[in-house]
């Protein structure tokens, strides 16, 4: 487990983004950049990025749970 994005993305096959508490599975995303994965080279990938957009997004805080948690 980890909570570095870009090492998650470099050495995983899934990532799983949970929701803010009470934590919740927010989406389930398969890494579908082919071993083996290096480290300083993946991230210059066009998958790599658009991975990295795609969870960056997911991570946001969902606005439709703004003030539902008190």
């Known amino acids: 487990m980890t909570h570095d994005l870009h090492e998650a993305i470099v050495l995983a096959d899934w990532v799983i983004v ?3 508490r009470p934590a919740r599975i927010r989406a389930i995303q398969p890494i ?3 071993r083996p994965r290096d480290l300083t080279e993946t991230r210059f990938l066009p998958q790599f990025r658009e ?6 997004d997911l ?12």
């Open 51 to 56: 991975l990295h957009e795609t969870l960056c």
């Open 59 to 70: 991570l946001r805080p969902d606005p439709s749970l703004q003030g539902a948690a008190a």
């Open 32 to 34: 579908d950049i082919p």
């Open 18 to 20: 949970f929701s803010a």
